[in-house]
């Protein structure tokens, strides 16, 4: 209930902020579009709300058809009786295939609601839930976007939605994929532009940690596979790539020899949980490793409860997302989303303001500052000590990685 009651104010603060300030163009406005083939009833809607899935419900509720008082309020007080009419120059669409990146449809959907709020931006938000990245969802997204004259799109795809995009969008239509980096999709368009992590430039700066043995764990996933190969095409040394089942809780078998992992540079290229159990079982088998490194996956603050600090001394994590305001942070937050660790969010962001102050309003001060090089956003590479209950930047290295990060090319 308290989200629910922190969106309604989000709402209300997009209508009525700063009203002094005279526009033709109306304040920030949210709607909810349903691709979904298959009804959504009472029960399927409140278990929409217990889940604290507010963007689906508002998809999902169809007033003409639910006659359910309580549900009926909630609708409305989410804004569901707001309507808007523009030309569609300021309008953006946000493609969501709620069946492919899961719990990231929260993420991405509060992201860009708060991001609207707290800048006070004069635009038209539609979220429109297309399922999966199929070539009959996609295109359907596209179509019911283009019926509302719609030509600017948000679009949290992998890399078989791009292909899908990619075909189907139009010459005089934008897209901005917060999901994929450039380099590793390998494809490019015109009039898309990408905001994905570039974890092979954060691998690349993680090796001025490293010595020349290189050990790299993953958990079998397409990204830690992904993360393996990239530090491997990194290493010039002895490399050991350790694979390491999703399921598996005891790790004796991958750790216990302790001269092959001895004085190597770990890679943990998998989820915070593992990382933490390889960190963790590594010192009970007497393992003195050179160091621990982790790209932005283990950039979080639960890496401090996870791993403890005597098992975190030579712990170094890479992370993209740069210093963000105190307003932006604070109302983030109200939405349940840390904009200094999630950079899906982060991304989210900087794809809506880059939207919006390119090709709706171009006197609107921008509050990130990255820059797009070749259809991509550029971030910059820091890299971070976790040492005692807060991640320190390693002062020793900063002229270094500003050399790194100037050389990587896209």
Avoid at 106 to 114: G, R
Wanted: glycine content about 4%; overall charge negative; some cysteine.
């Amino acid at each position: 209930m308290k989200k629910i009651i922190i969106a309604l104010t989000a709402i209300y603060f997009c209508a009525f902020a700063k009203t002094h300030i005279m526009s033709n163009i109306a304040p920030a406005s949210i709607q909810y579009i349903n691709l979904e083939p298959d009804f959504c009833d009472i029960a399927c809607l409140n278990e929409l709300l217990e889940s604290d899935m507010l963007a689906s419900f508002m998809a999902r509720f169809e007033p003409s058809v639910i006659k359910d008082q309580n549900l009926s309020m909630m609708y409305a007080s989410l804004g569901g009786n707001i309507t808007f009419v523009a030309d569609g120059s300021n309008k953006i669409a946000v493609i969501i295939p709620q069946k492919i990146i899961k719990s990231y449809t929260n993420v991405i959907t509060d992201a860009i609601v708060s991001y609207a709020a707290q800048t006070n931006a004069k635009i038209q938000i539609e979220f429109i839930f297309c399922g999966d990245e199929s070539e009959s969802s996609v295109s359907s997204a596209l179509d019911q976007a283009r019926a509302r004259n719609i030509s600017y799109f948000i679009a949290p795809f992998t890399k078989n939605g791009f292909k899908i995009l990619k075909k189907n969008l139009e010459q005089k239509e934008f897209a901005f994929i917060p999901t994929i980096n450039v380099r590793a999709n390998g494809e490019t368009a015109p009039n898309i532009v990408f905001g994905g992590i570039d974890y092979e430039a954060q691998i690349r700066v993680l090796m001025s940690m490293a010595n020349d043995k290189i050990t790299a764990f993953s958990d079998t996933s397409y990204l830690g596979n992904l993360l393996n190969d990239y530090t491997r095409q990194s290493s010039n040394g002895e490399f050991y790539d350790v694979q390491i089942d999703s399921k598996e809780l005891n790790l004796e078998e991958y750790l216990n020899n302790k001269t092959k992992y001895n004085n190597t540079s770990m890679f943990l290229n998998l989820p915070t949980i593992k990382a933490s159990l390889i960190a963790t079982q590594a010192r009970g088998y007497e393992i003195a490793p050179h160091a621990l490194l982790s790209t932005q996956i283990n950039y979080t603050p639960h890496i401090f409860n996870s791993i403890d600090e005597k098992n975190r001394q030579n712990l170094y994590i890479a992370n993209s997302i740069s210093e963000i305001n105190d307003e932006l942070l604070a109302t983030t937050a109200l939405f349940g989303v840390n904009l200094n660790f999630n950079w899906i969010a982060y991304s989210s962001n900087i794809g809506l303001e880059y939207i919006y102050t390119n090709f709706i309003d171009t006197a609107k001060k921008r509050v990130f500052h990255e820059s797009i090089q070749s259809s991509q956003v550029g971030y910059d590479i820091k890299i971070y000590e976790a040492k005692g209950y807060k991640f320190s930047p390693v002062k020793l290295m900063e002229e270094e990685i500003k050399d790194n990060n100037s050389s990587l090319s896209l």
